[in-house]
Structures are given as C-alpha cells and as structure tokens.
Nanobody, 123 residues
Framework: QVQLMESGGGSVQAGGSLTLSCSIIGVGGRRRSLLLGWFRQAPGKEREGVAVLDTSSVTNYADSVKGRFTISKDSAKNVLYLQMNSLKPEDTATYYC???????????????WGQGTQVTVSP
C-alpha cells in the first residue's frame, strides 16, 4: 500500500516562495513505475492538476504555473518536491500529491493521494 504525506505548506506574501515535499511510503519495487503529480484545490473550486512527473522524468505543468513552479523528486529518499516561486494570491489552495501506475496526466483519478497541505498567499 502506497502512502503519501505532504509537508511544507504555509503562509507567504505575493512574490514569495515555498517548497512542498511529499514523502512516498510503501512504494517498494514500484518506485520506478509510478506517475507522480501535484494537484491543488481552492475553496469552492474543483481539484486541478498543477504538475506531473512521469516515469521517464518528463514533466508537465499547468499553464497557470509554468515558469514559476518546478516538480522534482529525490529517488533515493522517495520524496517528491514542488518548488513554487513568484507566488500569487490565486495560488492559494490545499495542495495534494498523488501517485498512480497509470498514465493519467492531470486527471484526478489517481489511486493514491496525500492528506494535503495548505498554501496561503496574501497580496
């Protein structure tokens, strides 16, 4: 059973930076076969994809975060990261990491989800 645990959320002023981490537990031999992603959900809005990292380390970003956010992973530590720069108030949301063995891109049908971490960006 794969478990995901996010950390690193917080409050920051517009223009600031945060780095989110997601510890991937129980992945075992499936580490190299998991598609990993970051999603977010703001109050009253649907959950949306932010960035995904496939098994070949190819990345894909939502247009709203391109050039500002970077997804990466430390395979030795089984940790997924989301470096967020030039944050805007509209980035305020609960951020979730997700994992699945299928190629889902920004679909929200990932099998494994973390509990979420709050990011608040003030003007």
């Amino acid at each position: 059973q794969v478990q995901l645990m996010e950390s690193g959320g917080g409050s920051v002023q517009a223009g600031g930076s945060l780095t989110l981490s997601c510890s991937i537990i129980g992945v075992g031999g499936r580490r190299r076969s998991l598609l990993l992603g970051w999603f977010r959900q703001a109050p009253g809005k649907e959950r949306e994809g932010v960035a995904v990292l496939d098994t070949s380390s190819v990345t894909n970003y939502a247009d709203s975060v391109k050039g500002r956010f970077t997804i990466s992973k430390d395979s030795a530590k089984n940790v997924l990261y989301l470096q967020m720069n030039s944050l805007k108030p509209e980035d305020t949301a609960t951020y979730y990491c997700a994992a699945d063995s299928r190629v889902l891109a920004f679909s929200t049908e990932y099998r494994y989800w973390g509990q979420g971490t709050q990011v608040t960006v003030s003007p």
